[in-house]
């Protein structure tokens, strides 16, 4: 079923998705790492096999694909670090739906990752299940099932209970993420 055409919704307010573009930015300077690496390996490479055309020795070209090799590792590193900010970012340009219904909460079942808490879900008025996250703690999650008014949205999950955060919005975010940590330790 997709949600958009059976639930109401609202858009991301810029300041929300502002939250979101700090995350990424934050991530992207974290990958300048690997994009570096992927360039000077590349460039590496390259130099290599013109140096082994133009100049010689003929058999130097044997150690390209070792740097090349580097490179397309540090290209997945990349990669892998920039695809989950990149979908969050994306999912701002979704709506924010709105449920007037119940939030359940669930421990972990045969399905779960070995390291799951458990499952939050939103349902509807009439108990049916609208969505589900798995959810990563140190304590198993108690099942219970309360009325509440939630907004959420299907990649980041509850947004709000009855119209209070639940965390996976940050009221503010600093620029580039830096001391995030710290804050959320607090």
Same mark, same amino acid.
């Given at each position: 079923?997709?949600?958009?055409?059976?639930?109401? *919704?609202? !858009?991301?307010?810029?300041?929300?998705?502002?939250?979101?573009?700090?995350?990424?930015?934050?991530?992207?300077?974290?990958?300048?790492?690997? #994009?570096?690496?992927?360039?000077?390996?590349?460039?590496?490479?390259?130099?290599?096999?013109?140096?082994?055309? =133009?100049?010689?020795?003929?058999?130097?070209?044997?150690?390209? !694909?070792?740097?090349?090799?580097?490179? #397309?590792?540090?290209?997945?590193?990349? =990669? =892998?670090? #920039? &695809?989950?900010?990149?979908?969050?970012?994306?999912?701002?340009? @979704?709506?924010?739906?709105? &449920?007037?219904?119940?939030?359940?909460?669930?421990?972990?079942? /045969?399905?779960?990752?070995?390291?799951? $808490?458990?499952?939050?879900?939103?349902?509807? /008025? /009439?108990? @049916?299940? +609208? +969505?589900?996250?798995? +959810?990563?703690?140190?304590?198993?999650?108690?099942?219970?099932?309360? !009325?509440? %008014?939630?907004?959420?949205?299907?990649?980041?999950?509850?947004?709000?209970?009855? *119209?209070?955060?639940?965390? =996976? %919005?940050?009221?503010?975010?600093?620029? %580039?993420?830096?001391?995030? $940590?710290?804050?959320?330790?607090?």
């Amino acid at each position: 079923m997709r949600l958009g055409r059976h639930l109401a *919704g609202r !858009p991301w307010t810029e300041r929300e998705r502002e939250i979101v573009w700090r995350g990424l930015t934050g991530r992207f300077a974290i990958a300048i790492e690997p #994009l570096l690496g992927t360039v000077f390996f590349a460039l590496l490479a390259w130099g290599i096999i013109w140096r082994a055309r =133009v100049a010689g020795p003929p058999d130097l070209w044997i150690l390209a !694909p070792v740097f090349g090799i580097m490179a #397309l590792g540090f290209a997945i590193y990349l =990669v =892998v670090l #920039l &695809v989950a900010p990149f979908i969050a970012y994306a999912q701002t340009f @979704k709506p924010i739906y709105i &449920v007037d219904g119940y939030v359940r909460y669930r421990g972990p079942d /045969d399905f779960s990752e070995h390291t799951a $808490s458990g499952y939050v879900a939103v349902l509807f /008025d /009439d108990s @049916k299940l +609208c +969505c589900e996250w798995e +959810c990563f703690g140190r304590h198993r999650i108690p099942n219970t099932t309360i !009325p509440a %008014l939630v907004e959420f949205s299907e990649y980041g999950g509850i947004h709000k209970v009855d *119209g209070k955060s639940t965390g =996976v %919005l940050p009221d503010d975010l600093p620029a %580039l993420a830096i001391g995030i $940590s710290q804050r959320m330790r607090r």
